[in-house]
């Protein structure tokens, strides 16, 4: 758990963000959070 903890990059969202990553490159999660989710996604092929 420590190493995810040192390699762990806490973004401060805003309204209207939004992020783009290499789902095979990046490791993600999230932390808890209060209030509403959306999810939108887009998936594409080279």
């Known amino acids: 758990m420590d ?3 040192n390699c ?3 973004i401060p969202w805003q309204k209207g963000n ?6 095979i490159l990046t490791m993600h999660g999230r ?3 209060k ?3 959306r999810i ?5 092929t080279t």
Not at 18 to 23: R, Y
Not at 40 to 44: A, D, N, P, V, Y
Request: aromatic share 4%; charged share 15%.
């Open 3 to 5: 190493t995810l903890k």
């Open 31 to 33: 932390a808890t959070f």
């Open 40 to 44: 939108l996604t887009s998936l594409t």
């Open 35 to 37: 209030g509403l989710r």
């Open 18 to 23: 939004m992020m783009v990553l290499d789902n």
């Open 8 to 10: 762990t990059i806490a």
